[in-house]
């Protein structure tokens, strides 16, 4: 096994711990990770939303990761850089998903991140001023490593709702994970800055900590969608969003 396989081999059992935590916890956790088919659209919309915010919150925290690691490594800031750069501008993507779910610009706008999100981003900036540019592009594993196993699922859903054009960015986002080989991208700069056995060490811890973050998510959206279908009881929960979905 080479290095970088065995940080992966290593991180990879953090992620399935994370994951099962998720699933035990949260229900819309679990319709994720086990079975799309019972994701709520509304939820599926939300969770879209989130993506943008999401994307937009890493342009920032990319950069000081590629920051970081120019300070140390100029060849796997450039590798670092180019990854950044094609995952920075695929907002796009879920914009226009969005608006073919009924969603336009101006109703996403007006939306804000989720508190999970946020704490994610400081969390994320925080660690990275201690600790280099690992814990972003550990967040970056989380991503491409969930994106292999768990994103086709969540893309059939969205399409069997809401239609074709609904999916078709996060299916192209999706193949450029693919074609580019992301999760060996990240799993190269993982096997660059992980030194050693205490920065492995280390690296699993922060990834349990992103993981958290990951639950308190997904527990958000679960009260979110708990939310809306309490106050809108007598009519679609998609109405909120503008959405008019084949249900
Ligand atoms: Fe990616």
Redesign the pocket.
């Known amino acids: 096994m080479t290095r970088a396989e065995s940080i992966r081999c290593t991180l990879c059992g953090v992620l399935a711990t994370g994951i099962v935590r998720i699933e035990r916890s949260s229900p819309t956790g679990k319709a994720f990770a086990r079975d799309a088919s019972k994701i709520p659209s509304g939820v599926l919309v939300r969770h879209a939303l989130e993506h943008v915010f999401r994307i937009r919150m890493f342009r920032p925290l990319d950069m000081l990761a590629a920051v970081r690691l120019q300070e140390t490594d100029d060849q796997t800031a450039t590798i670092w850089a180019r990854?950044a750069r094609?995952?920075a501008v695929?907002d796009r993507y879920f914009l226009r998903d969005l608006k073919a779910m009924g969603v336009d610009r101006s109703k996403v706008e007006v939306h804000r991140p989720f508190g999970a999100t946020l704490r994610l981003g400081k969390f994320l900036e925080s660690a990275a001023l201690e600790f280099g540019s690992v814990p972003i592009v550990l967040y970056?594993f989380w991503?491409?490593e969930n994106?292999d196993v768990g994103s086709a699922p969540i893309i059939d859903a969205a399409r069997e709702r809401f239609g074709t054009e609904s999916a078709r960015g996060a299916s192209s986002?999706r193949a450029?994970?693919e074609n580019?080989d992301?999760a060996e991208v990240i799993s190269r700069v993982l096997a660059a800055i992980i030194r050693d056995d205490q920065e492995l060490l280390l690296a699993a811890r922060l990834l349990d900590i992103i993981t958290e973050f990951v639950l308190d998510y997904f527990c958000e959206l679960d009260a979110w969608h708990r939310d809306c279908s309490s106050v809108v009881r007598s009519r679609p929960i998609l109405e909120d969003y503008g959405v008019s979905a084949r249900l």
């Open positions: 990854y094609s995952e695929h970056s991503a491409e994106s986002h450029l994970d580019l992301h």
